[in-house]
């Protein structure tokens, strides 16, 4: 039987096929064909899609319907639910179905943590069609009484496998018990096994299963590399390969990393925005804007935070930190080569970890060789494609360029050219580490000797003062001891003079010194 080259077709009502329309969405995909007529109907599914495929519009179009037929919902008493594990995702299928829901007169809202809770009550209080929420700030508001389940009619649970993965699924099932009388429901996953499928068993009756696409995204249509380069030459190389390829999505291991990343690709001259779980909610939803609209060429993401992100075209996808599983690397891949286009990963390796690569390499049957990277002083790099406007950014070398942390970089003035590899300013030289040893205390300037150095410098103390990481201790005097050493003379001389050791992280006066270079933060 040919597939329904339009939504009409499937029996969506003609206010949503007339919403679609002016969306610009004329021809459903084949998630789509398969699923809505099943769910119009009333029937349980089962669906596996990969992100992109058009499964939002898949279970949102037969809810949108609901609301049509159903009328408006009572007060704090949503008739569907959409539970996402992400704030991202959550706001994404909200958006995606808020005009089909305009057209009709429904009203939607989506809740998630990191924002203010206020607002959200006030809305649930003057009724709401489509409730797409995470499970923890909804259980958050049941706790409050200011939503109920018990008039839910439908039900999506989206990224069923990744609700697991993070934890999620004992509140997931809670959820689901306060749901209505039998609600049709509806869950969309990966995979269809381990706890999904006791999810499916306990929560579905005798539901459709629909699979569509591949399990895993296909990694042969992509173009990968694995460079080996020592980690103070990532940043410059990286630069070079989004200026090369376009949009990019860089995936470090810590958030302090992607935070870190970000800073010195923007420096570079590449904009860069970071995204993970640090980050107010306001802060990641305009990083993903800036990315989406492309005001960013590169977001800087941990695993965690970008799941179920979806950003059309994006054309490469970095490995900045080796990965530790092959299922981090296929799913971190997988955001590149969508909707039938092809992309570029790019794996940077540390020469300590070249084995492990290796194994991952053989276990995924990736052919690719560990090689240096090409040399792209000035030139764009070898790829299957069209290069970006932006010009590929000179790879520094030289011995001192380092990857250095906020606190130990070399300042420079706003008249100072940006160059990269320029010398630090005169005052960014004479920033010597501190031999007072590694605490952060006291502010005294290096340059601004303490009045009990002076004094020390005037009788000759001007020793180097305690080696770094060991105390200053003082000797005392015992009952036979005399006088403490520096004490006054027999003859009357001068006074006792202060020491000049300091405590640790103190200068050569005794005060409070900077942080020694090198010795900054560290993520």
Excluded at 271 to 279: K, L, T
Aim: aromatic share 4%.
């Amino acid at each position: 039987m040919p597939r329904p080259t339009s939504f009409a077709e499937l029996g969506v009502p003609a206010a949503i096929v007339e919403a679609l329309n002016a969306s610009g969405i004329t021809q459903p995909f084949a998630i789509q064909a398969e699923t809505i007529p099943d769910l119009i109907e009333g029937r349980d599914v089962i669906g596996r899609a990969p992100t992109g495929s058009g499964k939002t519009l898949a279970f949102g179009i037969p809810a949108v319907a609901m609301a049509l037929e159903r009328g408006p919902a009572r007060k704090k008493r949503p008739r569907v639910l959409i539970l996402a594990p992400t704030r991202e995702l959550a706001g994404q299928i909200h958006d995606e179905l808020a005009p089909m829901l305009a057209a009709v007169g429904g009203h939607g809202l989506a809740v998630y943590g990191g924002v203010g809770l206020q607002p959200q009550i006030n809305r649930l209080s003057s009724g709401v069609d489509v409730l797409v929420a995470t499970p923890g700030r909804l259980e958050d508001l049941i706790q409050q009484r200011v939503v109920s389940l018990a008039e839910v009619e439908y039900v999506v649970i989206d990224e069923a496998d990744r609700m697991a993965d993070m934890g999620f699924m004992p509140a997931v099932k809670r959820l689901l018990d306060q749901a209505g009388d039998d609600p049709q429901t509806v869950l969309y996953s990966a995979t269809l096994d381990g706890e999904v499928a006791k999810l499916t068993k306990a929560y579905q009756s005798n539901p459709v299963r629909h699979e569509v696409g591949e399990a895993t995204p296909d990694l042969d249509k992509m173009t990968h590399y694995f460079w080996k380069l020592p980690r103070p030459e990532r940043v410059p190389l990286c630069a070079s390969v989004i200026a090369t390829f376009g949009r990019t999505i860089v995936f470090t291991r810590t958030r302090h990393g992607a935070d870190r990343a970000a800073r010195q690709l923007t420096r570079a001259g590449v904009p860069a925005v970071p995204i993970h779980g640090n980050r107010s909610q306001n802060q990641r939803q305009r990083a993903l804007d800036d990315f989406a609209q492309g005001k960013a060429a590169a977001l800087v993401a941990t695993d965690v935070a970008a799941r179920g992100i979806h950003v059309d075209a994006v054309e490469c996808v970095v490995h900045f930190d080796p990965v530790d599983e092959d299922s981090a690397y296929v799913h971190r891949s997988g955001r590149t080569a969508r909707a039938g286009a092809r992309g570029t990963v790019v794996s940077f390796v540390d020469p300590g970890q070249i084995k492990d690569v290796q194994k991952m390499k053989r276990r995924l049957e990736l052919p690719q060789e560990i090689t240096p990277p090409p040399d792209i002083d000035g030139t764009p790099l070898p790829h299957e494609g069209t290069a970006t406007d932006m010009a590929p950014i000179q790879r520094r070398t030289a011995p001192h360029d380092r990857e250095r942390t906020p606190d130990d970089r070399p300042r420079r003035s706003s008249g100072q050219a940006q160059k990269r590899g320029a010398k630090p300013v005169a005052k960014a030289k004479k920033r010597k580490p501190n031999r007072g040893g590694q605490g952060d205390q006291g502010g005294q300037r290096r340059d601004q000797p303490s009045e009990g150095s002076r004094k020390s410098h005037r009788k000759g103390g001007n020793g180097p003062g305690p080696k770094p990481g060991k105390r200053a201790t003082k000797k005392r005097a015992g009952p036979n001891r005399g006088p403490k050493q520096g004490g006054p003379k027999a003859d009357g001389g001068r006074p006792p003079q202060k020491r000049s050791g300091g405590r640790p992280g103190q200068g050569k006066g005794g005060q409070g010194g900077q942080r020694p270079r090198g010795q900054g933060r560290t993520s």
